[in-house]
């Protein structure tokens, strides 16, 4: 599946898939010098590219067609691959994806990528941090960079003339920060501010927490916010050491929308092209760190129970998330709302179900129990028709589907009164449950048809904006290694029936997902507030014939 779907999917119904911390700044000046001409790298054109994509094949150019846009792919010598797509209007955006993330952090780097992407665009070897900030002021605009689980962006929408130096400012923060100690205690501090604002609200910490307690000690369950006894014990050494792990030619996307291909190749391979490739594993093993400084790891340590120490980079670029489900209940009597998650292992973005899986997440859909909604904005979904107007003592419900390289979680997140929290499991379980049924209750073909139709809507309205069209390009190659055409994309959705959405919830509810990705098969539940009376729930999962000892 491509990102255009996980993107459209997860931007509104799981927003800690990224976390977009650094702030809006104006772009670069418009006067710029001419872009110098350089030999271009030998091409071949492919016009049906395979899905698998070799990162240290010779240079080759990948082109597809997408409605209107044309989108090339070409792969320099060093492994850095080139992705553009052509689009009309007056500006251009610009992105560099970095294969890296929480997910490749271990103990001595965990929090880094938190810390990383609030330290892009300060001072360099060859500029001040004044100096930085004068080049993005003097046009205009706004330049960006945001952390994910699997991956770091830098992004800018600027006028076309200013790419070149757009570019090479990029490429200079990327690759030569001075990350001097004061910048370093700035960001510590603003960090702190940030930590406690998540913490403080259950609705955006919960999903963190259900990564945590879903993958335990492995992969996608490390933090995306820097615990705070690892915050205080950072280093810019530390925060260097990882750039040099995970900063490598072949982990590197640079991605233009409306911007010529073979320019932005060029201005790629003088910014970029000197970078070596990795060639032994002994490259960029992460420093072994401090051992000071443990005094505040509260639950985020405590979920890390089993150190995985220090780790060599071949051994984390390739170790695979292992899901593990769990049980984590936070009591906390101070809350408005009991907020519940229940979570099941998911499918990835390669996996060829997720098309189904997608669909059957726009079916459930939900909100909160204010909404300004309307027809086509979910207000038919089922947990808006069979729960938001039917329990008033119900806050919000609404489902969740986020999709990794290797795994995925699906389930649904609800809130409700204090002492309705038992009853709300069983509302969400009993909903669960009902996509799995071939008869009453199960999938009508008229709701199956509404949800195709929201989901292409959702993926082709959200492709109208060149920041997401961007994105997407740059992290489906990073991710597949060419861009899917979206003609395709909705064809596939097109072909989903109502055999295929019993079959798939019945593969994800009942833990059979396991089988591919030698997971557990076990739920996930995180809760806070009144959480005492949710320790029963395998016991109505058991009920209602969900988890891993489901019987189809």
């Avoid at 911390?21 to 030998?42: E, F």
């Avoid at 360099?124 to 689980?149: I, P, W």
């Avoid at 938001?388 to 409700?416: A, P, R, T």
Wanted: proline share 3%.
């Amino acid at each position: 599946m491509s990102k255009q779907l996980s993107g459209a999917i997860a931007r509104h119904v799981l927003p800690f898939t990224r976390r977009a911390t650094n702030v809006t700044r104006p772009l670069v000046s418009p006067l710029v010098s001419r872009m110098n001409k350089h030999q271009q790298a030998s091409q071949t054109e492919i016009k049906n590219p395979e899905p698998a994509f070799t990162k240290t094949s010779s240079p080759t150019t990948t082109s597809s067609s997408t409605g209107d846009s044309a989108s090339r792919v070409t792969q320099l010598p060093n492994g850095i691959r080139v992705a553009t797509e052509d689009s009309q209007g007056h500006f251009a955006s610009l992105g560099v994806y970095v294969d890296a993330g929480s997910r490749y952090e271990d103990e001595t780097t965990r929090g880094v990528s938190h810390i990383l992407d609030r330290l892009a665009f300060k001072s360099t070897a060859s500029r001040t941090s004044e100096k930085m900030m004068a080049d993005l002021e003097a046009a205009g605009g706004n330049v960006m960079c945001s952390s994910s689980r699997e991956s770091i962006m830098y992004q800018s929408a600027l006028l076309p003339q200013d790419l070149p130096k757009m570019l090479a400012i990029m490429a200079d923060t990327i690759r030569n920060p001075r990350i001097t100690d004061e910048e370093l205690e700035e960001q510590r501090m603003s960090a702190v501010h940030e930590i406690q604002e998540y913490w403080s609200k259950p609705e955006m910490i919960l999903p963190e927490l259900l990564h945590t307690v879903a993958y335990k000690d492995n992969t996608l369950g490390n933090p995306l916010l820097c615990p705070m006894d690892k915050l205080e014990i950072m280093t810019t050494a530390n925060i260097k050491q990882y750039i040099n792990t995970w900063y490598k030619p072949e982990r590197i996307v640079v991605s233009a929308v409306g911007a010529d291909h073979d320019k932005v190749v060029d201005l790629t391979k003088d910014l970029f092209g000197d970078m070596k490739a990795t060639t032994s594993s002994a490259e960029g093993e992460p420093s072994s760190g401090s051992s000071e400084g443990k005094a505040k790891g509260g639950i985020f340590s405590s979920l890390f129970g089993k150190s995985s120490g220090t780790s060599d980079y071949n051994t984390l670029s390739r170790e695979v998330a292992k899901y593990t489900g769990g049980t984590l209940l936070i009591e906390d009597d101070t809350q408005q709302y009991t907020h519940l998650h229940v979570g099941f292992e998911g499918l990835s973005i390669h996996d060829d179900d997720i098309y189904a899986l997608a669909t059957l997440q726009l079916l459930m859909g939900g909100g909160s129990s204010f909404s300004a909604g309307g027809p086509g904005k979910g207000m038919y979904s089922r947990l808006f028709s069979n729960v938001l107007n039917h329990y008033n003592w119900i806050e919000s419900c609404m489902s969740f589907n986020q999709c990794y390289s290797d795994s995925g979680l699906f389930g649904i997140s609800g809130s409700c009164y204090p002492g309705y929290e038992s009853m709300l499991l069983e509302v969400i379980v009993r909903e669960l449950e009902l996509t799995t049924r071939t008869g009453k209750g199960g999938i009508a073909q008229g709701e199956l048809e509404r949800a195709k139709n929201q989901l292409r809507s959702s993926v082709l309205m959200n492709l109208e904006s060149k920041m997401v069209q961007l994105e997407d390009l740059g992290r489906q190659v990073q991710v597949h290694g060419y861009k899917v055409p979206v003609e395709e994309l909705c064809a596939k959705i097109e072909k989903v029936t109502q055999q295929d959405m019993v079959r798939v919830a019945r593969r994800v509810f009942g833990g059979g997902v396991a089988k591919l990705t030698g997971g557990s098969g076990d739920v996930t539940i995180v809760g806070q507030g009144l959480t005492k009376n949710l320790e029963h729930a395998g016991k109505v999962l058991e009920k209602y014939g969900l988890g891993k000892t489901a019987k189809w």
